[in-house]
């Protein structure tokens, strides 16, 4: 799966958790700030990312809270589980 597949996913993922309409989510969104959150969304979302892309519970830090950045980070991790 790609960077370009990652950020589909995750947008739809976002989209349908947070009832979203398409298009809101960019690589600059803020997904507390931009997209509405809240910290059991946080958590719940989380666990729906875990379930997706096959990856550890992502720790909801500040810089992972911005798509672009959450993307990055889930590409990696699946990078890095593909090693091992």
Known sequence: MN??????????????YLRLKPGEVTEASHVVQDLGADSLALVELGFKFMEAFGIGMIDPV?????????????VSQRQAAAVQ
């Open 3 to 16: 960077r370009d597949e990652v950020f589909e996913n995750v947008s739809q993922i976002l989209s349908a």
């Open 62 to 74: 500040d810089s992972l809270l911005i798509m672009g950045n959450l993307v990055d980070h889930i």
